[in-house]
């Protein structure tokens, strides 16, 4: 037998196998789209550009519920809040588990923290976070005057800025200074350069977690050790580091060590520290340690800048889209609250209005689009599909914000009448979920939903926010990656106090 048949029917029975294992591999579970490709599975049908038009392309196709392969990892795809209620709540034991992470597991971290952790270790760190964070006012006055504090310090920097601005990065140092009140105990000044570079540098990582060179290392983890940086993930393993040396272990130290004593208990870190000591001196056993400190600190200060900061910027540019929307709501505010004084928190029941375009930037800002992978802990079914333990669980967020069947035919539009009922109440959408839902929810819930009310209402009270060019609003366009976040885009501020 000759070179060339040999090499034929070695590619005959490998390509036979392939499809005899594919065949037996997939029996039971979802169907797919499409089809699977030898190693990289369905990666190179993913489109990045528009993956919300894609999902809801094959959802068409296939149902509420699809599976992907990226490499050797099933994917369960969820569609509409019903499937994902199913899942994520009321079969909240099967699929509240967190995935293999590459850039956690590269640094020793794997399953550590609150987000992408599992099992005890989670429920634990969780349970105790949660509690300091409640302790330290988490939906209480206490920190509706902190915010109120940052707000003043932004608002008076917004009145400075005469010309045109992007001012996403003032946003966000503004809105990290409320979670570091409570993290570390103080504030930061808008031009520290290190403090800036912190907030900096986690909205890149949050920017950059999900493209080919980093699902590549999740799909197959033996390709971190190949020499170089093919994949072009460097970048983000320098940023994270340079997170942790600046501000991460600094504060660890200084808070948790340096500093530490049970009489100033005015930072996450020491109520944290106290607590594992508290622990550790009666016996007790305890997953509470300073390397799930660093990730838990890690874990709040992503999620706890990026969502928040982007639903502003978000509402800024609708509102440069749709400038009769934000005079209403400076009526609203002028007639129910005045401008001689600050809203607070007792304010939120009358600002009706407001909180509906709040609530609709949520909806079409979606900053989490297909929310954070949860993971299959055993091997069960759903809805009839088989789902291997292990498998990786998306909730597609942007098939619950977009349903036409719970907002309306014009889903693509901002309007924020949706959310007011017909004696011009607010309105409840139970799938209005942009926290998520189940056991995996969004553990700074209160904190965010406080932040935007105090932050968004004290802007509308005092500035009216214009397009540079009055004829041509800045373009609505969006990176998308774990977040959702708006291009840049620049505001004119016109000050109403002047």
């Not at 540019?317 to 401008?339: A, C, D, R």
Request: glycine content about 6%; overall charge neutral.
């Amino acid at each position: 037998m000759d070179t060339t048949s040999i090499l034929l029917a070695l590619v005959i029975v490998l390509v036979t196998v392939y499809v005899m294992w594919g065949y037996l591999s997939n029996r039971g579970l979802p169907p797919t789209p499409t089809i699977a490709l030898p190693v990289v599975g369905h990666l190179l049908s993913l489109n990045p550009q528009d993956p919300r038009s894609q999902m809801q392309k094959w959802r068409e196709k296939v149902g509420d519920v699809f599976s992907l392969r990226l490499g050797p990892t099933v994917f369960i795809v969820l569609n509409g809040y019903d499937a994902i209620k199913e899942a994520f709540v009321k079969r909240g034991d099967d699929f509240s588990d967190r995935p293999f992470f590459y850039f956690d597991w590269a640094v020793n971290y794997h399953d550590l923290g609150i987000t992408l952790s599992s099992g005890p270790n989670w429920k634990h760190q969780r349970s105790v976070s949660l509690s300091i964070l409640r302790d330290m006012g988490m939906g209480k006055n206490v920190l509706a005057e902190t915010i109120q504090d940052e707000v003043s310090q932004y608002l008076a920097r917004l009145s400075k800025l005469k010309e045109k601005h992007d001012i996403r990065l003032l946003t966000g140092v503004s809105v990290a200074n409320v979670l570091c009140s409570m993290l570390v105990g103080q504030r930061f000044d808008y031009d520290d350069p290190t403090f800036k570079r912190v907030v900096e540098l986690v909205h890149y990582n949050l920017s950059h977690l999900l493209g080919v060179g980093p699902t590549l290392l999740n799909m197959y983890p033996i390709l971190h050790y190949l020499p170089g940086d093919i994949f072009n993930t460097d970048i983000i393993m320098k940023n994270r580091k340079e997170v942790g040396e600046l501000f991460v272990h600094y504060f660890k130290d200084l808070k948790g060590h340096k500093e530490y004593s049970e009489t100033n208990m005015d930072s996450f870190i020491a109520n944290y520290v106290f607590e594992k000591s508290k622990k550790e001196n009666s016996g007790q056993a305890t997953y509470l340690d300073d390397k799930n400190l660093t990730k838990v600190i890690e874990d709040l200060l992503g999620a706890g800048i990026e969502t928040t900061s982007n639903t502003i910027s978000w509402f800024l540019l609708y509102m440069l889209h749709y400038p009769k929307v934000q005079e209403k709501i400076f009526k609203e505010i002028e007639s129910e609250i005045g401008t001689g004084r600050s809203p607070t928190m007792h304010d939120k029941t009358k600002l009706k209005y407001l909180n509906a375009a709040i609530m609709e930037t949520q909806r079409i800002g979606n900053t989490v689009p297909m929310g954070l992978t949860h993971m299959c802990a055993r091997d069960t079914t759903f809805r009839g599909f088989k789902i291997p333990k292990g498998a990786n669980v998306i909730g597609n967020m942007t098939s619950v914000f977009f349903d036409k069947t719970v907002w309306g035919e014009d889903v693509d539009t901002f309007r924020p009448e949706r959310f007011i009922d017909d004696i011009g109440d607010l309105k409840h959408f139970e799938e209005f979920i942009p926290f998520s839902i189940g056991r995996r929810a969004c553990l700074g819930e209160a904190m965010a939903k406080m932040e935007l009310f105090l932050y968004l209402s004290s802007m509308c009270q005092r500035f009216q926010f214009l397009s540079p060019d009055p004829d041509a609003p800045p373009k609505i366009t969006e990176v998308v990656n774990i977040t959702r976040t708006p291009g840049p885009f620049e505001i004119k501020i016109v000050d109403r106090l002047s």
